[in-house]
């Protein structure tokens, strides 16, 4: 009987310290010893089943969260670098390139990561910065647009990200975007595939537990684009949903769909009021 | 030389003679290990930075031997006495042939 019982114990501790491991810590985020982070927050009211918002950072183990807090230590910074070449290169019939229009990105783009999606009103629909910068290639450079979810565009959106790092996400839910809104939110709660799984099931009910060997998180997109460690590449919000929603094993919707942007819109709006990460660095 | 290869590095600017710093280094390199095989079920073949050394003013002060196990923009951390002011000079060996050069000034004060 003491055998029974001790090893009831060990599977008690064993229970305990599982939990620990994937529960969200209290560390603190500063990047570069200057951009301080907001990492946890109240949820907005228009989020039902969230009280406080987690980012992502604190479900990674230490060795993971250290990579993110130095600039040379981030290799997402990597694609970032290569995307400030590119800005800097003339592309398309027009001979232009994003700095003939934008001048440098470190001032003209900062904040702009933190309202997309958002709606465009020649295009009467919520864009994606994807769906932008596209649209800046071929309207006004004469270039051919990128692939949505390929390494060109990410790093772009990467660079975009990085300087508005620290400020809070901030995407309108209201306007002309909230049709769209409310379809992403549709989304969120539907269903899918073999295992009959909605984003909902796993980021909201259960963060914080494990998924096989890895902690759910919220599943916040202000980390994004994202350096996984699994892959050792910048991962876009769209193909981090494919992902998702193969894992349920249902037919996903293609990157850059209307239904990826529009739950791309509704999952920024979960995360309204974290700071902006993008490019973190992620399991 | 592979695609998009690219030495960074990060030394302090000065330091104390006698000083202990970290030195950081990392390169951009795909590190294929010519274990995987491509869509057409060939291998593809093994291209790795297979050597990384750092001198300084001349005097080695790491050398190492690289295999095909590390992954992609190998990352290498280490400390180094700085005795007097000088430069640290980071070389990595391509299996193509490629050599990637990149020094850094360090003062003393």
Known sequence: MKFKAMTALAGALAMVTGGALADADDDTLTINEEIE?????????????????ISGWHFRSDETQ??????????????VEAAMEVWETADGSEGKSCADCHESAEETMVGVRAVYPKWNDNAEAVWTLEMAINGCRTERMGAEAWKYDGDDITNMVALISSVSRGMPMSVAVDGPA?????????LYYTRTGQLDLSCANCHEDNYGNMIRADHLSQGHTNGFPTYRLKNAKLNSVHARFKGCVRDTRAETYAPGSPEFVALELYVASRGNGLSIEGPAVRN | MADGVKPRVKVPKKAAAGDTITIKTLISHKMESGQRKGKD??????????RFTCEFNGKSVIDVTMEPAISTNPYVEFDSMVPEAGEFKFTWYDDDGSVYETAKQIAIG
């Open chain 1, 37 to 53: 982070i907001i990492t946890k927050t109240d949820a907005p009211a228009y989020i039902d089943g969230l009280s406080e918002l």
């Open chain 1, 66 to 79: 250290q990579l993110e807090t130095d600039d040379f230590d981030n290799p997402g910074m990597l694609g």
């Open chain 1, 178 to 186: 909230q049709a769209t809104w409310e379809e992403g939110k549709e």
């Open chain 2, 41 to 50: 079920g060939n291998l593809i073949p093994r291209s790795i930075i297979n």
